[in-house]
């Protein structure tokens, strides 16, 4: 048992390295399309992004620091990168950000990053599996026709049903630290799939931004882990209620519970002599 304790998490990890590369076909995410705003000409036409990455954190998760920042130094030229708050805890919550993380996704820790929405990386060790996790990730994003902004008004066009959600991202003041978090998510706003325009004049007037329009269903999606180190048995997402943002952590504690069990196993013998002993020194003194 203590053999199986020890080398699980070794075929766990090989398993979970050997489904490189991962696709995204049984996304929720169909296509997604990016913004910067305002741009030089009158007219911003979308680029489509070649990858969409989610990352859920926290102004007091200490864990978030070291990952926010090489975060930061990733090229999203063609990468569609949204930082959402999601801990009614957190100075910058966002209550859409929250329902993403709740509902859709049903994670259970912060820090988690979601690519393509299909694929998890959750805590901060696996979240520096990042880079590996883009580079093994695939997704063939379609859906919409053609998508651009002209004085403010939004001009779109697709063949799919479903609705187009617009996620506004700002550089926002740490809480705590005396930096920028970049690509924060600040607003999100539904277009409704029959509604071809929107004047969006009061939702982007005086902002600098990138804007990201996802073109996506509502239902709940299974993520699947990218990580190529070992989560145990345990479910990644959750099947009923949502937990408490008081409970969020970033899953540290496995380790510890680990280390307990093994620990356990290899007092069991010394326990078992102890007590063969002990009952032959009272046999002894009857």
């Given at each position: ?6 080398v699980a998490p070794a ?82 919550y966002l209550n859409h ?137 345990k479910e990644l997402t ?49």
């Amino acid at each position: 048992m203590l053999c199986n304790i020890i080398v699980a998490p070794a075929i766990s990890a090989q398993s979970n390295a050997e489904n490189y590369p991962v696709s995204s076909e049984d996304s929720s995410v169909l296509d997604v399309f990016f913004v910067d705003y305002p741009c030089e000409s009158a007219t911003c036409e979308g680029v489509r992004a070649e990858t969409l990455v989610e990352y859920y954190g926290a102004d007091w998760c200490e864990p978030c620091e070291s990952l926010e920042l090489m975060i930061d130094s990733i090229n999203t030229e063609r990468l569609a990168l949204i930082h959402h708050h999601p801990s009614i805890n957190d100075q910058n919550y966002l209550n859409h950000s929250s329902a993403k993380f709740a509902n859709q996704y049903r994670l259970i820790f912060i820090p988690s990053i979601v690519i393509n929405s299909y694929g998890l990386l959750t805590g901060a060790g696996q979240g520096a599996e990042l880079n590996q996790s883009i580079a093994g990730s695939t997704a063939n994003f379609s859906g919409i026709d053609n998508l651009s902004i002209s004085n403010n008004v939004l001009y779109w066009n697709t063949s799919s049903i479903y609705n187009l959600s617009i996620w506004k991202l700002e550089p926002i003041q740490h809480e705590f630290d005396d930096r920028l978090l970049n690509n924060t998510a600040s607003g999100m706003i539904t277009v409704d799939n029959q509604q071809r325009e929107l004047d969006m004049s009061d939702w982007v007037s005086n902002s600098t931004s990138r804007l990201i329009f996802i073109l996506q269903s509502d239902e709940t999606q299974s993520l699947k882990s990218l990580s190529s180190s070992s989560t145990g048995d345990k479910e990644l997402t959750l099947s009923d209620e949502p937990l408490s943002d008081l409970l969020l952590h970033d899953g540290s504690y496995d380790a510890a519970i680990v280390t307990f069990v093994i620990l356990l196993f290899c007092l069991m013998p010394a326990l078992i002599s102890f007590r063969r002993l002990q009952k032959q020194v009272d046999d002894e003194s009857e």
